[in-house]
């Protein structure tokens, strides 16, 4: 009972179940098969499956369910996949309680690119390679046992299904089984092995075992089963074969009551009894019994057949079934409708894209029924709801369908067809629709007799629409402009509409491109095609040049040549390369260099005989493995200058500061000089290889030094330079900073305001004995939030400054020395706030002399 009861069902696809089962580690779906397994059933499982699958499941109020251990009744067969491919194998057990599945590979572990999913049910290998190859297994386990499978084991390709059959009638049972090796099949009845029946034939196969029963007896029914064995393992295959014999019946499928027919066309009265075994049929109009003739036909199945019917036709009919064990009959009554006729067929039409058009369609029937206009193309019917965009029904009354198909597009031609249906018959009407556009993309582009500046193009035409191609556009793309197509140089220059080939001229050598090919008629241009296969030119000999020849300048003894490279689809082969031509002005032999860099852009040529800013002719050209290519335009260029013979004399320095100096000198008069450079260096301290640089051009003739250490003894020397070197320095010249300025800032004192102006006033500064003297303050008095204002200097130790009414003004306070500008020191003011106080005060005054008031 219970074994019955933990089966599995098969799904159908036309079913339909009004709550849908939930997949769990309890219910699975074999994606292989169908079929929905249960692996363990309880109370709330109970339900009806609907009556067109051939299942009911029910669970009576007693039901008791007994544990028992993991049974897998979904098993992976032996699995071949390519490389790279992703394969899923299944394992599904009953059992009580739930077993639970396990994978594993025998020979080693799983593949990392492994998943598992559906509670174990599924085994996902993703991307599989070769030493994923091997023997898995899946083993389902739980408390009362456990049961494994591996990929050998047998597996039904061909199973048999419980069955009912007519007595007397003929029925093949058939079981095939695969398996390594494969497997041995036998057969079973009601659990007796089948050996031999008087009317019952058997063949053996390798694996399968085909059991025939001719002119079934009712002793044939009962429980069947087909067992597959190998080494590995033992499958079954179960099914029930019920054998009927009843007499006629029509109680659950009588003759239709009533049946309607078109005049003049054709009717079927079936008759299907149930009756077992096969009765014999007999048909009569009323009274009048019906036999076979031009008009009148009773089928095998015992269906009644009438052509060309007419209103003599109605009446009553029955159906008479019998066989060996009784008779039944079942009448129905047939009545005569006027025929649909098609009143107003659809036109051929023809129109180009983006038109519209419609297609006509009415039709007269039989008042007492009800008309309905169907439209297909090409034999598929048109579905409103999705193509609403393009399809419209225009329905002008009940007997007309109108059809108007608006921006028709080139997928919209083809041969429509109208049928007006009513429950009785249907007729139809059919139009073809031209839609005529541009062409679609030629195919199959391939390039042949590859040259250095030309190919041969070859392609197959696309469809014209309708609208015969006028002309062939070739386009191409090189490996220096991938993104770009570009219309290629055709010869002859114009391809015409009916050419299949074309010659690619004016392309570059050894340069890698693809093709395509665009067709064009009067109603506009398509899509091209798919590019070709890339193929690259042949090599050619360089026909561009170097350009900008030019150069100059350099160390001593040198002759600097620059120029811009040759683009790399000038190349036009393999190892590209520079020549450089050189000879003096007035000489006749040219000296040549090779350079084997095609992105090069100088060459300098050293020699010691050549003289300081001598004139040199200079040309470059372009080579590579098929030959040279043509000498740029000559340039006129100099070697490089001597660097200066003279040193700048008269050099003088002063000190500025603490850390400040001014070097002055006169300019070299060579016309080589482009400039000067100033170091110095602190003589004790420092030595010449860290000395600080200033560096200005011919036009100067002194500069500042910065940056200098107060108090100390420095060099300086001035050297001139040009782009062959520095030339010789001048004498050394020796200065002394100035001490450092005071290092603490003034202390501010006071601040009082007087009428409109606020005096500020502070100590004097005592410097130390390494700090300049003082002589003076520096006053800087500035809004707040700026950075300049005004500057007072004073050698006094107080000063009156102007009081604004707005805003909020600084006062910076500094001594000043030789050496520089000392640490600052700051008070900040306020103009509401002062002149606020200062109104306040003097009320105050006034009200109360006896006061005393002092403002800061």
Request: aromatic share 10%; hydrophobic share 35%; net charge neutral.
């Amino acid at each position: 009972c219970a074994a019955s009861i933990l089966t599995y069902f098969r799904l159908y696809s036309h079913a339909v179940f009004p709550i849908f089962i939930t997949l769990d580690k309890r219910r699975f779906v074999s994606q292989t098969t169908g079929n929905l397994y249960i692996s363990k059933v309880d109370f709330r499982m109970c339900l009806r499956l609907p009556a067109i699958t051939p299942y009911h499941f029910t669970l009576p109020y007693f039901f008791f369910i007994w544990k028992y251990p993991a049974d897998i009744k979904v098993k992976f067969p032996d699995t071949y996949a390519l490389v790279g491919q992703n394969v899923t194998m299944e394992c599904f057990a009953l059992g009580n309680p739930i077993p639970q599945i396990r994978w594993k590979k025998t020979n080693g572990e799983l593949p990392s690119n492994h998943d598992v999913s559906m509670a174990g049910a599924h085994l996902h290998l993703y991307n599989v390679q070769y030493e994923d190859e091997g023997t898995y297994e899946c083993e389902a386990l739980n408390s009362k046992g456990k049961d494994w499978h591996r990929a050998p084991f047998p597996e039904w390709t061909e199973s048999i299904n419980s069955t009912e059959k007519d007595i007397s009638s003929d029925y093949t049972m058939s079981c095939v089984a695969s398996g390594k090796p494969k497997p041995r099949v036998q057969w079973l009845k009601n659990s007796y092995a089948v050996r031999e029946l008087s009317h019952t034939l058997f063949t053996l196969a390798p694996s399968a075992m085909v059991d025939a029963l001719p002119g079934l007896l009712s002793r044939d029914s009962g429980m069947y089963q087909c067992i597959a064995e190998n080494r590995h393992g033992v499958i079954y295959a179960n099914a029930e074969l019920r054998v009927i014999a009843c007499a006629p019946t029509f109680e659950h499928n009588p003759v239709k009551w009533r049946i309607l027919g078109a005049k003049n066309g054709r009717v079927v009265i079936e008759c299907k009894p149930k009756a077992a075994p096969k009765p014999s049929f007999s048909w009569s109009k009323g009274t009048e019994l019906l036999f076979n003739s031009t008009r009148v036909l009773i089928w095998e199945d015992g269906s009644l057949e009438i052509l060309n019917v007419t209103k003599a036709d109605e009446g009553h009919y029955t159906c008479f079934a019998e066989n060996n064990r009784g008779k039944a009959n079942s009448t129905g009554s047939l009545s005569i409708t006027e025929a649909t006729k098609i009143t107003l067929a659809p036109s051929n039409a023809d129109v180009t894209v983006g038109e519209s058009t419609h297609m006509q369609c009415a039709a007269s029937h039989d008042s007492t029924l009800d008309i309905t206009f169907v439209w297909t193309l090409d034999a598929h019917a048109i579905d409103f709801d999705r193509e609403g965009s393009h399809y419209e029904r225009n329905l002008n009354g009940g007997s007309s369908g109108e059809l108007l198909i608006k921006n028709t597009q080139l997928k919209h031609s083809g041969r429509y067809t109208c049928t007006a249906q009513t429950p009785v018959d249907n007729v139809t009407a059919s139009a073809n629709l031209v839609v005529r556009g541009p062409p679609g993309s030629p195919g199959g582009v391939r390039v042949e007799e590859i040259k250095d500046k030309s190919v041969r193009l070859i392609w197959s035409r696309g469809t014209d629409n309708h609208s015969p191609i006028s002309k062939y556009t070739i386009q191409c793309r090189d490996s220096f402009s991938q993104e770009d197509w570009r219309d290629a140089t055709t010869s002859p220059p114009d391809v015409e509409g009916n050419a299949e080939t074309a010659t690619v001229v004016d392309l570059f050598p050894w340069t890698e491109y693809e093709f395509r090919v665009i067709a064009t008629n009067t109603l506009g241009t398509g899509d091209p095609s798919s590019p070709s296969p890339k193929v690259t030119t042949l090599e050619a000999v360089p026909v561009v040049a170097p350009s900008d020849i030019g150069g100059g300048g350099g160390t001593s003894r040198e002759l600097t040549i620059t120029w811009t490279p040759v683009q790399p689809q000038y190349y036009y082969g393999r190892n590209f390369g520079y020549i450089i031509a050189f000879k003096p002005r007035d000489g006749y032999e040219w000296r040549k260099v090779t350079v084997a860099d095609p992105e090069a852009k100088h060459y300098v040529h050293k020699d010691s005989s050549i003289l300081a800013s001598s004139e040199f002719e200079v040309k470059v050209k372009a080579f590579n493995s098929k030959g040279e290519g043509p000498y740029s335009l000559m340039a006129v260029i100099y070697s490089a200058q001597d660097v200066p013979s003279k040193a700048p004399a008269s050099v003088g320095a002063r000190a500025l500061s603490a850390t400040e100096a001014i070097v002055c000198w006169l300019p070299v008069t060579q016309h080589t000089v482009e400039g000067y450079q100033v170091r110095y260096w602190r003589k004790a301290e420092d030595s010449e290889t860290s000395s600080q640089r200033v560096v200005v051009s011919s036009r100067e003739n002194q500069t500042r030094l910065d940056n200098m250490r107060p108090d100390s003894h420095y060099l300086i020397e001035v050297k001139a330079y040009n782009a062959a070197g520095y030339g010789p320095p001048s004498q050394h010249i020796q200065i002394y900073t100035k001490k450092a300025p005071p290092s603490r800032p003034p202390k501010i004192t006071s601040k009082k305001l007087k009428g409109t102006s606020v005096n500020i006033a502070w100590e004097h500064v005592e410097p130390f004995a390494n700090e300049s003297t003082i002589d003076g303050y520096k006053v800087l008095y500035r809004q707040a939030g700026k950075s300049t204002g005004m500057l007072f200097t004073t050698g006094k130790r107080s000063i009156d400054l102007p009081m604004h009414k707005d805003g909020d003004y600084i006062v910076e306070v500094r001594a000043h020395s030789e050496g520089g500008d000392g640490a600052v020191a700051q008070v900040r003011i306020s103009g509401n706030t002062s002149i606020k106080y200062q109104h306040n005060t003097f009320i105050k005054m006034y009200k109360a002399p006896f006061t005393r008031q002092k403002i800061i």
